[in-house]
């Protein structure tokens, strides 16, 4: 704006000079306008003024066309850098955003980690909560399988009790034919451990009277059972007489069977 002001200032001073330089002209006549043949006035203009203010709005104008183009180029110059400046400004923003776009992909992927990890959590979870009502049902199931075989226990060895006084009973009032087996008939019983009894037969053998055969006789538990026999007698044999014996709880007959199957083994 300043420099069209200027311009325009300098135009209105030439065209003032001019206005002087027509006031100021001189006539080509010596008086002034006379009545001669010619009719026409003659007039005299300083070119030479005229020329020095051409040349100084000349010079004033190239001034400011030269101010102008260094403003301008200035202006470009600086249009430039702040062009430069966004520019830079763009791409580092850009690479900011790529970051972030970066950083978010990042967090996605942990929250989706993070929550795989937590539902993986959750049903190991479950699965640990299902595994301990399974194991307090099997608990609780053994619990009472224990407190039954707890209660049969008690019921066998109340029955052992009965039986065993049952046998101390009978063998007291077997006492006299026992010492009569005993001296006569080759035959001793002898206590091995708890609940356990030996019983020693000699005269079984006709070529060594002196030979002592024996079974060992578990009385731990409702049904007997032998636990060794010297020698060993056959499986199907021993089997047989001992289930005799449960079954009709009758040991005399036993210790009979055991005899005899001892002498017939040959053994």
Not at 17 to 34: C, E, F, V, Y
Request: net charge negative; hydrophobic share 35%.
């Amino acid at each position: 704006m300043t420099s069209l002001v200027s311009l325009k200032s300098g135009i209105e001073t030439l065209d003032a000079n001019i206005g002087t330089a027509t006031s100021n002209g001189k006539a080509t006549l010596d008086s002034p306008m006379s009545t001669t043949t010619s009719n026409t006035p003659q007039f005299s203009f300083d070119f030479d003024k005229l020329r020095r203010n051409m040349e100084a709005f000349q010079a004033r104008f190239d001034a400011y066309i030269a101010n102008d183009r260094k403003r301008i180029l200035e202006e470009r110059n600086a249009f430039e850098k702040d062009m430069a400046e966004a520019r830079e400004h763009e791409q580092h923003m850009g690479n900011q955003i790529e970051h972030y776009k970066e950083k978010e992909a990042e967090l996605v992927q942990e929250s989706a980690r993070e929550q795989q990890e937590v539902q993986e959590t959750e049903s190991s979870i479950a699965e640990f909560t299902r595994k301990k009502q399974d194991l307090t049902i099997l608990r609780d199931a053994v619990v009472a399988q224990i407190r039954e075989t707890q209660s049969l226990l008690d019921k066998k060895r109340a029955e052992r009790s009965v039986d065993r006084a049952k046998f101390l009973a009978q063998s007291s009032l077997n006492a006299p034919e026992l010492a009569f087996w005993e001296q006569n008939l080759g035959m001793r019983i002898e206590g091995f451990k708890d609940d356990q009894l030996k019983i020693v037969y000699s005269l079984v053998s006709e070529s060594s009277w002196n030979r002592e055969y024996y079974v060992l006789v578990d009385l731990s538990d409702h049904e007997y059972e032998v636990l060794r026999c010297e020698p060993q007698l056959e499986n199907s044999v021993l089997e047989g007489i001992v289930a005799r014996l449960n079954e009709s709880r009758d040991f005399g007959r036993f210790l009979t069977d055991i005899r005899k199957a001892f002498k017939e083994s040959g053994l």
